[in-house]
């Protein structure tokens, strides 16, 4: 049967005390409302629609270019029911999976649950039992245990505020039975809205029938309304990332402190110390290692690859072998190819390194095409940039840069050229040379004294 998600977020979410609306702030560094579109994917629905109010523009903008969803405007928040109303004439024929912009981590395998406990025509609620369920919509059933209404907590008589199986909201119903349902909601109620539930009632009065499903995870279901949720709820999606990792067989030192916002594939013996970030889309191979405080986005590690504590990488390719940190800083466009070594404050920024090539200690080389096994001593800097524009520095296989040298680029180095520490390079160095460019050479002055401070008196 043909599968309608409708996602309500028309919701200001006040609380947050923020200029993002609610369903753009994050969890994992994506917004809420593309995790939750993303569930509405993986359960192949036939139609996405958001329901979208609050921050209107900032929202769509968000999801700008998405072509599979549609977007319907509630330009009112006068209810759920009304909210759900206003994403009919977006849906076609089927069921109606609702699904909430602010609850994030709801499962696919949940919600396929709640649709088969629908069925072919009839209805389904998730449901859980709250120990504290104040300011919930409560499950009223009949004798028999059959759920027949919903009622909120600003309208339930003392007897229905005992009962402790909540509506989480989410709720699968017939298409063709909404478009009925819907307009005939009314508003007389404590809030004054025109309440989604409701039609629970309806439907039970109708003859169709009402499924309830437990949620087997109480944070599956659950919204964010201000910060602390949002962060709780951070916590429970990166354990979840975490667990997935470790059953993998990833080693994580400490799965609490790592964060992957975006996806990781990984070969086996995958090494990661705490406080790390994974963001974007990573790539290893196997046998990698990750020391303590490092920062990888969009990276590609090779086999056997270790970084070391405290290391940068960014939208970079490294390859098998190399080792890199501590404290290395490798900036976007940058391909280091196998066993390269990069030491401690080196940075790199669209550098390209050939096998074997080495730059050890506090080094800057950006826009640099180096060969294989070039060693680059301490204190080298690629001089890359005149203030308008960038300039590339090549140095060939088997070259020497000599420690504390400035290479002034445009300017090439040619294969095993060896240029002397110290030495301010503004014009290609020969092949199998010494090259050496100094002030001038160096003296010893006799009978220089050294200064002292002024004597106090
Ligand atoms: C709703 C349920 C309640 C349930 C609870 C679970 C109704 C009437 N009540 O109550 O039974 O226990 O959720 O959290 O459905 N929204 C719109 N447009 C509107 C109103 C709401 O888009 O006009 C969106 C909100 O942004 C939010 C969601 O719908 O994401 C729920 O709305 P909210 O007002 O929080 O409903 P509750 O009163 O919590
Ligand atoms: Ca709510």
Redesign the pocket.
Known sequence: MPLNVII????QGKRMNSILPKVLQPIAGRPMLAHVLATGRQLSADRLVV?Y?HGGDQVRAAFAGDEGVSWAL?AE???????VAQALPACGEGMALIL???CPLISPATLQKLLSAAGDGGMAVLTAHLDNPT???RIVRDPAGRIVR?V?QKDASDAERQIQE????FIAAPMARLRDWLPRLKNANAQG?Y???DVIAMAVADGVSVAGVLAADPWEPA?VNDKRQLAELERVYQRQQADRLLAAGVTLIDPARFDLRGTVQHGQDLEIDVNVILEGDNHFGHGVRIGPNCYLRNVRLGDGVVIKANTVIEDSVIGAGSDLGPFARVRPDSVLGERVHIGNFVELKKARLGNGAKAGHLAYLGDAVIGERVNVSAGVITCNYDGANKFVTTIGDDAFIGSDSQLVAPVTIAPRAYVAAGSTITKDAPADALTICRARDQRSVTGWKRPTKPKAD
């Open positions: 309500l977020a028309a919701g329901v109010g509630q928040q006068l209810g759920t029911g009304h909210a909430y912009g602010d300011g919930y919509g919903i909120e909540i509506n989480t909201g809205e309440y989604l539930t919204g």
